[in-house]
């Protein structure tokens, strides 16, 4: 009886997802679920990882990454430079959109002013960026305000929308999320991708099928793609182990064991290059979450410096993430182009007493209270972290009122507006991969240059850091092509933000996937997960 009821229960449980699913008949129909739901159709609301690697199933940019990263030919079939500031890009003919109209160099052209403006946040990739112009049909130019040798890899993380589909219904400019804005695009698609959208009912499921037309050979023997937002983990893993689902994009460490017992299922595991941090408001006077008026504690760097040193990530490693992170003291992960593993020296902890003195040095002899903003649905374990970090800081006087929302509210809440003003956060985890350049230097221009929106640097700046010796060097590293001289910059501009102690590293994320074991798959470092080399045997 009591196993009867337990299995009465795991259905109930997986009904109330939207997982409960009659055996499958069609093998070829792949079902896979994550935490939080793909915040938006639109492949420029976001700049973030799971929005990105969803939506370039159904868009695709001229340039794309293939199973070891590297760039390859997708809607352009050529591309280099004309001169040291003139790029071009020979596109691809005879490619078609879902609703079967051609694409053109009208369409990139569109695209890059869209994804450019407006609500968009994607406007970074494009600071270099001075002029895109059509040359004819199958040929367009970038002309760039100085060299810029990462402008293909930066273009590979944009993805192509068909102008008069846009222009048809209303959606010229890509609606601002932290804004709450929705528009056409938000719902509904247009791409040249392998997958075309069939249903979407945000926050439920989402439904893609094969597109017939695409251009490319199709790897992938999928005939319908569900996915389905599943916020509880427990539920998501009864479902896997039960083969209602054939793949989890994000495995909880708590579960990783568990799931490797099964051998029905298969863990895939491996480094990310996302750094997961911790940030402060240091652009405001006052901080908007606190008890201290009048001043911003984070603008002192022995604030900074206690918070940094009184948090152990050893042990947040050890309890909450069960060995699957990398501690580091760095905004880079290992593999990423300008890591320096000799700079990669995290401060020792210090006793509660040390850290006091900091505060009290600082002005802060009690300590004080401050709000912060955690994802519950973003990172892996996000919202046990920011609990840990929590009581890490309560030994050393300070109060944290935590406040954990899925992304959506999240992300709405802490980034700048389109317009480049700050979020409403005064201490918030948020995590970065440059998965556009895999350079250091996409993390020095989005997260440590003054925020600005006329050059478009600083973007995902959240905390307001500014250093005016390192936006100095973040520009020069931007067009230099001397590797030596290179590294030299990119080595002293890790020395400067760790001096001033502007974030607080937290760890390297590993990626753990889980899937049945008749799925094949490709994991890459990146955390994307492309639908193209999904195989169901």
């Known amino acids: ?112 002013k869209r994804a450019d403006s407006g609500g968009s946040n994607m406007k970074a990739y494009f600071a270099s960026v001075k002029e895109v112009r059509k040359v004819s049909d199958s040929r367009i130019e970038i002309d760039t305000k100085y060299p810029d040798p990462l402008l293909a890899d930066k273009l590979a993380a944009i993805l192509i929308m068909s102008k008069a589909w846009a222009e048809k219904n209303n959606t010229v400019t890509a609606a601002d999320m932290t804004k709450n804005e929705e528009n056409f695009a938000t719902r509904n698609t247009n791409g040249t991708g392998p997958f075309m959208l069939k249903e979407r009912r945000a926050g439920e499921r989402t439904v893609l099928v094969p597109n017939p037309a695409w251009w490319d050979k199709p790897v992938h023997n999928l005939t319908e793609v569900i996915f389905t937002p599943v916020a509880n983990p427990a539920t998501r893993v009864a479902a896997i182990k039960a083969g209602d689902i054939h793949m989890m994009y994000e495995v909880p460490p708590a579960d990783t064991d568990n799931l490797k017992r099964d051998a029905n299922v298969a863990v895939i595991e ?37 918070f940094h040193r009184s948090i152990d990530v050893d042990a947040i490693k050890r309890t909450v993430m069960r060995g699957q992170s990398f501690p580091t003291n760095l905004m880079v ?46 990172y892996v374990n996000d919202e046990k972290i920011c ?48 998965a556009a350049t895999y350079d250091k230097h996409n993390v020095l221009e989005a997260l440590f240059q003054t925020p600005n929106a006329q050059s478009k640097k600083g973007q995902f700046n959240v905390s307001g850091y500014s250093n ?70």
């Open 468 to 537: 005016a010796k390192l936006d100095e060097l973040a520009n020069k590293i931007e067009s230099e092509t001397d590797r030596a001289k290179r590294d030299g910059m990119l080595a002293e501009a890790t020395k400067l933000y760790t001096a001033d102690f502007a974030y607080i590293p937290l760890h390297q994320q590993a990626v753990v996937w889980a899937a049945r074991k008749d799925i094949e798959l490709v994991q890459l470092a990146d955390n994307s997960f492309p639908l193209r080399f999904v195989r169901v045997k």
């Open 387 to 434: 609990q840990a970090v929590v009581s890490m800081l309560a030994r050393i006087g300070v109060k944290v009122n935590l406040r954990a929302q899925t992304r959506n509210l999240y992300f709405a809440k802490i980034l700048r507006k389109s317009d480049f003003k700050p979020g409403e956060t005064s201490f918030y985890m948020l995590g970065w991969s440059p």
């Open 333 to 378: 992960a290992p593999g990423i182009n300008g890591y320096n593993k000799a700079l990669d020296n995290r401060p020792s902890l210090l006793a509660p007493d040390a850290a006091k003195k900091l505060l009290a040095d600082a002005g802060y002899p009690n300590g004080f209270e401050v709000g912060m903003d955690c994802p519950n649905d973003r």
């Open 1 to 112: 009886m009591i196993v009867q009821f337990r299995r009465f229960a795991a259905a109930a449980a997986l009904l109330s997802a939207g997982l409960a699913f009659a055996p499958t008949v069609d093998a070829k129909t792949f079902r896979w679920a994550n935490a939080g739901d793909v915040s938006s159709m639109d492949p420029y609301s976001r700049n973030e990882t799971f929005l990105l690697t969803f939506n370039s199933n159904i868009y695709e940019p001229l340039i794309r990454r293939d199973k070891d990263l590297k760039l390859e030919a997708a809607l352009a079939t050529k591309w280099g430079t004309v001169n040291p500031t003139t790029w071009f890009f020979d596109l691809r003919t005879g490619v078609k959109f879902h609703d079967g109209a051609a694409f053109s160099a009208d369409d990139v052209v569109f695209s890059y």
């Open 270 to 306: 491996g480094p990310e290059t996302r750094i997961v941090y911790l940030g402060f408001d240091q652009e405001r006077d006052e901080l908007l979450e606190s008890n201290i008026k009048g001043k911003n504690p984070f603008k002192d760097k022995r604030v900074r410096e206690a």
